[in-house]
């Protein structure tokens, strides 16, 4: 899988089986990222494979300072 920004590694965890946890924020934005990288930045394209609006992707965006 490949991201468009570098993982935060503090918000990282290891639970009792190795395995790495990430919060709810970085999963949303490794999502958004995803869905962005996939269809090219097309902001409509990306807003159907999440099932969410395009304004509320972009609102999310902007949260995550995610520029396309």
Do not use: C, Q
């Not at 468009?4 to 919060?23: A, H």
């Not at 999502?31 to 962005?36: E, G, S, T």
């Not at 996939?38 to 999310?60: H, P, V």
């Amino acid at each position: 899988m490949k991201y468009i920004f570098k993982p935060l590694e503090n918000n990282k965890r290891k639970n009792n089986n190795d395995t790495k946890i990430i919060n709810i924020n970085e999963s949303e934005n490794i999502a958004i990222n995803n869905a962005l990288e996939s269809t090219n930045g097309n902001i409509t394209k990306a807003s159907k494979i999440l099932g969410i609006s395009r304004t509320t992707l972009w609102r999310k965006m902007k949260k995550y300072n995610i520029i396309v």
